[in-house]
């Protein structure tokens, strides 16, 4: 029986946060937020069907690239809001353009769902990238290159995430 | 309570066979991952179930099909508390030592 057609190149991430569903949203969403925590980029979403979503670099973020000898583009990730329905789902496709080997494999789509837990007290944030075509960034974000300073993609993104809204600072240094 | 959950959940040989197939290949339905063993249906189930409750499996409607996968974020926290306290020390504690034997030399 085969019935595997897309699995393998779908990464899903899920973890509870001690937060609002309002609070998570907003440290998805707002740049004074998202510059706070994993790859520290100022988001910019545009919150309707076709809207575009980007990532510029901080300042800081910048001048590490630089000093790393990468040259830093002006905006980091493009892509297009597909839905959003604060504060419970938000769809958008996902583009790299750090490295121009990861921009080449073009528009992968990242579902980001939140969901009230039975405790009353937390939320479950579930995080679903179909990565079909993209390997490079399909690793990348799987956290393949934590070793080599690429940092640790969702499964960090998100830790740090919850750090930040639980303790009021992320792990990351 | 949550660590507890987790800690469970890892502590059976089939659960975390489980966990390794997936880890293999992500994304598979219940059928594909029971060829893999040899147990019932609902023994799978049961397994896939705890998983489930310790959040080390997710699963995904596709069509009408449902798939599991890995999800590594419970054993990274584990990592993180449990795991990188004590490795450092040991690494600071190795390092000190080489540090110390060199200065001798």
Redesign the interface.
Known sequence: ?T??????T???????IKATPEAIWDAITKPEWTARYGYTGLASYDLRPGGAYTVAPTPEFRAAAEAQGFPCPDIIVDGEVIEAEPPKRLVTTFRMLMDPAMAEEGFTRITHEINPAPDGKSCSL?V?HELEGAPLLASMVH?DQEASGAG?GH??V??DLKSLLETGSP?AG | MTDDRVFKALADPTRRFLLDLLFTRDGRTLTELESELEMSRFGVMKHLRVLEDANLVVTRRSGREKLHFLNPIPIREIHDRWIDKYTEHHTTALLELKAELEDES
């Open positions: 029986m019935t595997a057609t897309q699995p393998a779908t990464q899903v991430y899920r973890i509870y579930t679903t956290g640790g499964a960090w998100l830790s792990l």
